[in-house]
């Protein structure tokens, strides 16, 4: 699978581990649901701590995509949601620790709250896994 960044002189260009657009050669798509902070035991990892939940999100999709024989240089659209937006700057963080360059196309959003009060953050990801 190649990832190509999209790069248009007429829209700004992120300094956040993003890209605004990218192009995938590939057929076979990997839709992954939205992760939380669980670990396969169900325990939440990082009650409180948004990073330590964020580490936990991007290990379950890593651990997913390798269950297919992927990685998460294949992922090409990250769609996330933070329940304040105090934590975008830490998910940069973390989502620039988790991903190399071409980064994927991405949206944040910030949400009152996830389906549990405990859970701060929730991803989901597409990837091309062929």
Known sequence: MEKT???????????????QAITARGHTFMFISGQVALDAQGNLVGKGDVRAQLKQI??????????????????VKLTTFLTDADFYPIFNEVRRESLKEVY??????IVKGLVNKDWLAEVEAIAIVD
């Open 5 to 19: 960044k999209v790069v248009s002189p007429k829209v700004l260009q992120p300094t956040a581990p993003f890209s």
């Open 58 to 75: 991007f290990e379950n999709i890593k651990a997913l995509l390798e269950a297919r024989g992927a990685t998460l240089d294949q992922v």
């Open 104 to 109: 994927p196309a991405s949206t944040a959003v």
